[in-house]
């Protein structure tokens, strides 16, 4: 015999009924950083709001009545993760505005001058690129074939290398005090390494692995999204994360990165333009572009496989390169008037 079966009739949970509605601003409205945002909210029934609890913005904050002003603490661009509590009628209810801030800055346009052009291994998969002391260190990628590599800048040479397991796929690499830093795609692992490219340790982090780069005594990793992340060295955890935006709207697949000052010079994963994107680390916005168009012959080396990818700075001195190119460019930069 069939096995007898049951019917089990489902019951619906009881909808919660929302008697708050947001005026102003409108669901994902986006302002510019700076901007002076209007909060207004009413009751459905016409009800008196008593009072609004501002939350997730430093200290909680009480605005009396149904409508109030508000800038955000910390000058950043990005979604606040804010949330308002009305008070009516000895009740209470929790909404969460969804606003954006971008950024008010009009990006300075950069150009370039070719100081020099070193030898550069066309294998290389470039995926990080930074100097220790007076030797170039070069992470590169693609499963079975990502390195760690020691170079001398002259000639191109390798002093050291460093081969990571087949199942990984090398990504951005950086260093801090005596450390070198090396992140991978998908496999949430980063490896480091002593000046000579022993291993040391090993972390674990969550998401995508693609640019690294250090400053002062945080590391700031990208992930192919909008999302910079900063890291505490000694345990990878993440410290604070920014949100990168322009006047138009938020910047995504920011790789290789390189800190210079309180700026992140960024390369961008496209074959659309030539081109590294400077960014404030204090507020997430794009403050600069630079165009490279020009320094690599794109009849020669194009399709995705071939961008931008690779910035170094050292002694006041700025080097690029691309995936699998034959040459590491030193440049200075040039202000469009």
Same mark, same amino acid.
């Given at each position: 015999?069939?096995?007898?079966?049951?019917?089990?009739?489902?019951?619906?949970? %009881?909808?919660?009924?929302?008697?708050?509605?947001?005026?102003? %601003?409108?669901?994902?409205?986006?302002?510019?950083?700076?901007?002076?945002?209007?909060?207004?909210?009413?009751?459905?029934?016409?009800?008196?709001?008593?009072?609004?609890?501002?939350?997730?913005?430093?200290?909680?904050?009480?605005?009396?009545?149904?409508?109030?002003?508000?800038? %955000?603490?910390?000058?950043?661009?990005?979604?606040?993760?804010?949330?308002?509590?009305?008070?009516?009628?000895?009740?209470?209810?929790?909404?969460?505005?969804?606003?954006?801030?971008?950024?008010?800055?009009?990006?300075?346009?950069?150009?370039?001058?070719?100081?020099?052009?070193?030898?550069?291994?066309?294998?290389? #998969?470039?995926?990080?690129?930074?100097?220790?002391?007076?030797?170039?260190?070069?992470?590169?990628?693609?499963?079975?074939?990502?390195?760690?590599?020691?170079?001398?800048?002259?000639?191109?040479?390798?002093?050291?290398?460093?081969?990571?397991?087949?199942?990984?796929?090398?990504?951005?690499?950086?260093?801090?005090?005596?450390?070198?830093?090396?992140?991978?795609?998908?496999?949430?692992?980063?490896?480091?390494?002593?000046?000579?490219?022993?291993?040391?340790?090993?972390?674990?982090?969550?998401?995508?692995?693609?640019?690294?780069?250090?400053?002062?005594?945080?590391?700031?990793?990208?992930?192919?999204?909008?999302?910079?992340?900063?890291?505490? %060295?000694?345990?990878?955890?993440?410290?604070?994360?920014?949100?990168?935006?322009?006047?138009?709207?938020?910047?995504?697949?920011?790789?290789?990165?390189?800190?210079?000052?309180?700026?992140?010079?960024?390369?961008?994963?496209?074959?659309?333009?030539?081109?590294?994107?400077?960014?404030?680390?204090?507020?997430?916005?794009?403050?600069?572009?630079?165009?490279?168009?020009?320094?690599?012959?794109?009849?020669? #080396?194009?399709?995705?496989?071939?961008?931008?990818?690779?910035?170094?700075?050292?002694?006041?001195?700025?080097?690029?390169?691309?995936?699998?190119?034959?040459?590491?460019?030193?440049?200075?930069?040039?202000?469009?008037?």
């Amino acid at each position: 015999m069939p096995k007898e079966t049951k019917t089990v009739k489902r019951r619906n949970s %009881p909808r919660i009924k929302k008697e708050i509605n947001l005026i102003t %601003p409108k669901l994902g409205s986006t302002f510019p950083l700076g901007t002076l945002v209007l909060f207004t909210l009413e009751h459905k029934k016409d009800h008196l709001i008593d009072s609004i609890l501002l939350e997730g913005d430093g200290k909680p904050k009480t605005f009396t009545g149904n409508h109030f002003e508000w800038q %955000p603490e910390r000058f950043r661009t990005g979604n606040p993760q804010i949330s308002l509590t009305a008070y009516f009628k000895d009740k209470k209810e929790k909404i969460y505005p969804k606003i954006t801030f971008a950024s008010n800055l009009n990006p300075s346009r950069y150009t370039y001058e070719l100081v020099n052009t070193y030898p550069h291994n066309e294998k290389s #998969y470039t995926q990080g690129l930074f100097f220790e002391n007076e030797y170039l260190y070069e992470s590169t990628g693609h499963r079975g074939s990502s390195t760690i590599g020691k170079y001398d800048l002259v000639s191109g040479e390798v002093i050291q290398m460093a081969n990571i397991e087949n199942k990984y796929f090398g990504e951005g690499a950086t260093s801090w005090k005596e450390t070198i830093f090396q992140i991978t795609w998908e496999s949430h692992i980063a490896f480091t390494y002593d000046k000579d490219l022993n291993r040391t340790r090993t972390f674990n982090y969550s998401g995508e692995g693609w640019g690294l780069a250090t400053w002062g005594d945080t590391l700031v990793m990208s992930d192919g999204s909008e999302n910079i992340y900063l890291l505490n %060295p000694k345990d990878f955890s993440q410290i604070d994360r920014l949100q990168i935006y322009d006047q138009t709207g938020k910047l995504n697949f920011l790789n290789e990165l390189e800190v210079i000052g309180n700026d992140l010079y960024a390369n961008v994963y496209t074959t659309a333009s030539d081109e590294i994107i400077i960014i404030d680390l204090l507020t997430g916005r794009v403050k600069g572009v630079i165009d490279l168009m020009g320094l690599i012959d794109r009849s020669k #080396y194009r399709g995705i496989d071939y961008v931008l990818n690779g910035i170094a700075s050292y002694q006041n001195r700025l080097f690029v390169t691309a995936k699998w190119h034959p040459y590491l460019y030193e440049i200075t930069l040039r202000k469009v008037q």
